[in-house]
């Protein structure tokens, strides 16, 4: 699809605020209270030793030059090696504890996020791009870990350590202590706002997602570009992206550089004027010489927290516009909703029925279904044909709930499908794509996918039921052979009959066969279509295709014009149906 993602805004609708995003995303994907405490803690704890490893250190150092007995040194030798020891355990906690509540916040909002794609899919998500929502649920996703692990905790940590710093540094010279404290507002704020004022936009997160859905239109659509000789155009936008995408990185790099310096140049500016203040202050005799080193030192120790403030508000924009951006996937409407009190799905092989049923794909679009009327008997087997666009695959989403009828009847054994849960309907219908998704693992997993807690013995009767023993006889790993990305390592017959063993293992009571044997050559539809029969054993056939020749052995065929169901009756041995008039 190369149609630009709707979004889920109106036009001209403001998006929601920072702190209304922060609510939001919290309210989805809150971290784990106590680890987050606990990493704070531990980050906090980490910092303090850095502060009083150098402040030892330098009380050391101006003892140790007046030569005194060894013996009195033994006390300050003794935190340094203590302090200098617990600040490495102490980060690499922090970063562990961190790390482990950020992974358990991007998981939750990952398995938050296929719950509401789920009920939109397919209708709800028929004009995003796949790159485009690839983006939102890999990059958006991990852009929000940095979030929990680099926002507030770096806060919270530089804030504590910035306290403790000024006291100390106050308690020895109060004129140090306060230029201390002015440095590092200036560092908290400056910096900070700088780079705030710079990333303002969240430009960065909608064009990264315009790249991914680019890249995956020019990598799934590969050889269909150059053979039409259009690869250049797409190679051109794709590039563009990726321009854009490389200045707006520079522009954040050069920010966060320029915020870097402006925090050093605090930082050198505190240990500077802590020096001058403290050696005017020895030669007042105001403050014992000994303390001279020990406050340019934990001035420089103090600063060691404060650039991470400055990265955490620079990636702050980039956090909210790629929360935004997964929070319009939330507020899109689904095309279909359960009922509030479902009735149960009817058992075994039911009847299926379309009575006036008319559907559409938009207000602005003409009717794919307009008034259709079938009737299938439990057990029966009906095909539906017709020309394209006359509404057979419309038959199929209406019959799975992919999309809501807007006048008439769809049901299951006489119940209406709007009376029941979609998962409880589509139990019930099984469905056998025109182009089956496999996914790049074994045959037997792509299989067992029907339903996973399947004993080995259950997926392979229903690999035989799918007549795929023979092919898989001649494979050295049988059900353990990998079939590539998209299947790519297996023929389009074979694809489609290990579709038909993960719909047979399903055990559906109604089957509904979408174009099944679409690029097969007639032979092999025709061997499909018969082991499909003969797997069937007593359900609900349900089939959908434009050729003639595929309806035969079934009881009835259904031709489709505009939209309705112009004419029934039973195939003619060599696949012509008889155009009856509906009664």
């Keep these: ?31 784990p209270g106590r680890r987050l405490a606990l990493s704070t803690a531990l980050g906090a704890g980490a910092a303090a030793s850095t502060v009083g490893l150098l402040a030892c250190s330098g009380l050391l150092i101006d003892r140790a030059a007046l030569r005194p007995a060894l013996y009195t040194l033994t006390v300050l030798m003794a935190a340094v090696q203590l302090l200098a020891l617990a600040r490495g355990p102490l980060r690499y906690a922090e970063r562990l504890v961190a790390h482990d509540a950020a992974f358990s916040v991007t998981a939750r909002l990952r398995v938050w996020l296929y719950d509401r794609l789920e009920p939109l899919s397919p209708a709800g998500l028929g004009g995003w791009r796949t790159g485009e ?15 929990y692990l680099r926002g ?21 010279l109060p004129a140090a202590g306060l230029l201390l404290a002015g440095c590092l507002v200036v560092g908290l704020v400056v910096p900070p706002a ?79 004027g802590t020096l001058v203040l403290g050696a005017a202050a020895v030669h007042q005799h ?9 406050l340019p030192l934990v001035a420089m120790g103090t600063f060691e927290t404060v650039p991470a403030v400055s990265d955490a508000v620079l990636r702050l924009e980039g956090h909210v516009a790629a929360g935004r951006r997964l929070l319009d996937l939330e507020r899109l409407p689904a095309p279909v909703t359960d009922p509030e009190d479902p009735r149960p799905a009817p058992a075994g092989s039911p009847s299926v029925s379309l009575v006036g049923a008319r559907l559409r794909y938009g207000a602005d679009r003409p009717w794919a279904l307009d008034g259709a009327d079938l009737d299938v008997a439990p057990g029966g087997r009906v095909a539906v ?13 209406a019959l799975l709930r992919f999309y809501g009828l807007e006048a008439g009847r769809a049901a299951l054994g006489g119940i209406p499908l709007e009376q029941m849960a979609q998962d409880d309907v589509r139990a019930v219908v099984g469905w056998l794509p025109q182009d089956a998704h496999l996914f790049d693992t074994t045959i037997g997993a792509n299989i067992s996918l029907a339903r996973p807690g399947a004993s080995d013995e259950e997926v392979a009767r229903a690999a035989d039921l799918a007549q795929l023993r023979p092919w898989l006889d001649s494979l050295p790993e049988g059900l353990d052979t990998a079939v590539g990305e998209r299947g790519a390592q297996v023929s389009g017959g074979q694809r489609q009959r290990i579709a038909l063993a993960r719909t047979l293992l399903a055990d559906a009571g109604v089957l509904v066969l979408d174009e099944p044997t679409a690029g097969l050559d007639e032979a092999m539809a025709e061997r499909l279509l018969g082991d499909v029969l003969d797997a069937a054993d007593g359900r609900t056939v349900v ?8 309806t035969r052995g079934f009881d009835a065929v259904a031709r489709m014009e505009a ?17 009856l008039p509906i009664s």
């Excluded at 105001?286 to 020990?294: D, S």
């Excluded at 939209?563 to 155009?579: E, F, R, Y």
Aim: glycine content about 12%; aromatic content about 0%.
């Design 1 to 31: 699809m190369t149609a630009t993602a709707p979004t889920a805004r109106a036009a001209g609708t403001a998006p929601p605020g920072t702190l209304a995003t922060l609510r939001s995303l919290l309210a989805v994907g809150a971290p």
């Design 133 to 147: 929502l690839l983006a939102r649920a890999t990059g958006d996703v991990n852009e929000l870990e940095d979030l």
């Design 152 to 172: 507030v905790s770096p806060l919270v940590v530089a804030a504590t350590t910035g306290a403790l710093g000024v006291v100390v540094v106050a308690a020895l």
């Design 194 to 272: 700088l780079a705030r004022a710079a990333a303002r936009g969240g430009r960065e997160a909608a064009v990264r997602g315009e790249l991914a859905a680019d890249v995956v239109d020019l990598l799934q659509g590969a050889a269909d570009l150059v053979a039409l000789g259009c690869a250049g155009d797409y190679l051109e936008r794709a590039a563009r992206a990726d321009q854009e995408l490389g200045r707006l990185r520079r522009r954040r790099s050069v920010v966060a550089g320029a915020a870097a310096a402006a925090t050093v140049a605090c930082a050198g500016a505190a240990v500077v």
């Design 286 to 294: 105001r403050m014992a010489g000994v303390m001279l080193a020990v």
């Design 385 to 397: 044909v017709g020309p394209s666009g006359a509404g057979k695959s419309s038959v199929v989403n």
């Design 543 to 550: 089939l959908v295709s434009h050729r003639t020749r595929d």
């Design 563 to 579: 939209g309705k169901v112009v004419s029934l009756g039973p195939p003619d041995p060599d696949g012509t149906p008889h155009d």
